[in-house]
């Protein structure tokens, strides 16, 4: 695999890092999908923040990209690579896999 690509994350996994908080996990679904539930601490990334998260971000720190089945979220993870990230996950299953294995882990 290419050292500079995306890599996939289970949601189990990502629940398994969730407790170290080492992770960012960015949303990007639209901003209503994301008010009425999302994984606890994660950042809903938006054309509008963008910008301000793409100058803020550590480059090198672990990014999980979610959408809603864990498709858009791949060409995310690809466009994070692009802007220099060097650990990007895209969260296979997507925030709908979360919500059926992990129901009780969903902020609102």
């Known amino acids: 695999m290419p050292e500079n690509s995306f890599k996939h994350m289970s949601v189990s996994d990502l629940q398994a890092v969730m407790a170290d908080k080492s992770h960012v996990v960015v949303d990007i679904r639209d901003t209503n999908s994301f008010a009425n539930g999302r994984i606890a601490e994660s950042i809903n990334l938006t054309n509008e923040s963008l910008p301000d998260f793409l100058r ?3 480059l090198d720190a672990p990014i999980v990209v979610c959408c809603y089945h864990g498709i ?18 895209s969260l296979d299953g997507g925030f709908t896999q ?11």
């Not at 979360?98 to 609102?108: A, G, H, M, V």
């Open 56 to 58: 803020e971000a550590d």
């Open 98 to 108: 979360w919500q059926t294995q992990f129901p009780d882990n969903i902020e609102r």
């Open 72 to 89: 858009s979220s791949q060409q995310a993870a690809e466009f994070l690579i692009s802007q220099d990230f060097t650990d990007v996950y």
